[in-house]
């Protein structure tokens, strides 16, 4: 009879610290894939889904470069001009998945022609899968409006 006087005298008191809650994880946003964070690239070329444009390269791929940086932050030169704001990525198999650009924040020199400035500005915006393959880094327009490609970008010399 103690025993079940001690039990309910227990089950009364947890009772009366409130309704019982259930802990749940709370959401995390998404976080850069692991292969991408970390890296540095420069255009190779811009293919378009359009005849009318094709492929466009750029004069010195150096001249246009991102850093995407293991916070989720990225950086560009874009010609002239510069970038940054931030990206997300969530993986769906080993080497591709969702791509995004969060808004930009980018100067607005006027670069001598060509230059590629206002098109990777303008696009970052519809940016939505990425795919590495053989080093390179495609990144895919939404619609199949286009696909950005990117090599590695060489490390400095000393």
């Not at 409130?18 to 964070?37: E, M």
């Not at 255009?43 to 889904?49: G, I, K």
């Not at 591709?96 to 230059?115: D, Q």
Request: proline letters at 9%; charged letters at 20%; a neutral charge.
């Amino acid at each position: 009879m103690r025993a079940l006087v001690l039990v309910l005298a227990c089950a009364g008191g947890l009772a009366g610290c409130g309704p019982g809650r259930v802990s749940t994880p709370s959401p995390t946003a998404p976080t850069p894939a692991a292969g991408l964070a970390g890296t540095s690239w420069q255009l190779v070329e811009f293919r378009s889904s359009d005849d009318k444009v094709g492929i466009v390269r750029p004069d010195d791929p150096a001249k246009y470069t991102m850093t995407l940086e293991d916070g989720g932050r990225v950086s560009m030169q874009l010609n002239c001009n510069r970038g940054s704001g931030t990206w997300k990525s969530a993986a769906s198999d080993g080497d591709s998945g969702t791509f995004t650009f969060g808004p930009l924040a980018v100067t607005r020199a006027f670069c001598a022609p060509p230059s590629m400035d206002d098109r990777i500005a303008r696009d970052a915006d519809f940016v939505r899968t990425y795919l590495l393959r053989d080093g390179r880094l495609y990144l895919d327009l939404m619609a199949d409006a286009g696909q950005y490609v990117w090599a590695p970008r060489p490390a400095p010399r000393p």
